[in-house]
């Protein structure tokens, strides 16, 4: 089915109920209740080239289906999500354009071996990419900047790789992570947010490596958040610290470059217990902390305002999960 035009329904532009093997290119679907949706056991499609805009309950809907291809799309400014997975396993979304929808520019909610490569999600009025009680798929070299919350949000989602993505200039955390294990968040840019680069809270064995992690109100924090490793990372030009712990405990942190952040390198509040700190680089700071290989070395009169603060910034993640997902 290619090259039709259906605008301006109170249905569904294209509706697949239990329909397999189908192919949808090249078809303009805006203004309708979906543009596109699929559901009940719609496997193996084919959706791509297709302009789903100012749709009322997004551009792009699966749920329930499996092996759909979803590439190469435009789904910008509909009422709810651009692109949106529900219960749905082994898709492919890639290649799409998800910018300037009311709530995520792409969504998968409790899918599972799934693919979100390539994907540009932008001036979202939510998130750019949300990944909800889902696990183990790929997000990789995606663009999601200057949405109004995070660029990139993980909840309630393990085993995920989230790799060479772009997540600046969003209003809250370039990426966040809540309640989140066995994560991979390797190789990514989350710069110029207004609050933390990448934020952890009650996330635990996560890998965070070799990300550039600069200009943000503050660089990366865990809050409740254990036996996490961070290493290779540039964390640089922060306004707060570069790296901040919150009763978090048994981290690795080794092998970054955290310098010139504006209120120190590394900061642990107290509850903070045997986290390996060593081998970080901190060539100069405003005030508050100097990384040494022997562990951290106070400079003596700035510990107690920093350290309040600390508590207060992590408080603000988690008071901001509530805004992530409607």
């Known amino acids: 089915m290619n090259k039709n035009t259906i605008d301006n329904n109170n249905i569904d532009g294209i509706h697949l109920y239990n329909t397999k ?12 209740s979906k543009g596109i949706s699929l559901e009940s056991e719609s496997n193996n499609n084919t ?16 749920s329930s289906s499996e092996y759909c291809e ?22 492919e979304v890639n290649g799409n354009i998800a910018n300037d929808n009311i709530l995520q520019g792409i969504a998968l909610f409790s899918s599972e071996f799934c693919e979100v490569n390539g994907n540009i999600a932008n001036h979202n009025i939510k998130n750019g990419i949300i990944i909800y009680y889902s696990h183990n798929n790929t997000c990789i070299e995606n663009t999601a900047s200057n949405n109004e919350v ?25 990426i966040g992570m809540d309640f989140c294990h066995n994560n991979e968040i ?8 207004s609050e933390w680069g990448i934020a952890l809270v009650d996330s ?41 712990l919150n009763v978090s405990s048994y981290n690795h942190i080794e092998g970054n470059d955290i310098s010139d952040n504006l209120l120190g390198c ?17 060539q100069y700071d405003f005030i508050g902390f100097f990384q040494t290989g022997m562990g951290i070395l106070m400079i003596v009169g700035l510990i107690s305002i920093p350290i309040v603060s600390i508590a207060l910034f992590i408080l603000n993640i988690k008071n901001k999960k509530s805004r992530r997902v409607d």
Request: charged content about 10%.
């Open 47 to 62: 959706i791509t080239g297709n302009s789903a805009n100012f749709n009322h309950q997004g551009g792009i809907v699966l």
């Open 21 to 32: 093997n189908s192919y949808f290119w090249n078809n303009t679907l805006n203004s309708n």
């Open 150 to 174: 995070d660029g990139i949000v993980l909840i309630n989602s393990d085993d995920n790789d989230i790799m060479g993505n772009t997540a600046n200039y969003n209003s809250y955390h370039g």
């Open 266 to 282: 590394i900061a642990e509040s107290p509850g903070c217990i045997d986290n390996v700190i060593i081998n970080n680089k901190c």
């Open 70 to 91: 979803v590439s190469g799309n435009t789904a910008n400014n509909n009422e709810w999500h651009g692109i949106a997975l529900h219960s749905s396993e082994f898709c």
């Open 204 to 244: 635990e064995r996560n890998e965070i490596k070799d990300n550039i992690v600069s200009n943000n109100y503050h660089g990366i924090g865990l809050g409740n958040s254990h036996y996490n490793n961070i290493t290779g990372n540039i964390v640089s030009h922060n306004t707060n610290y570069g790296i901040a």
């Open 186 to 193: 390797i190789g990514n840019t989350a710069s110029f947010n």
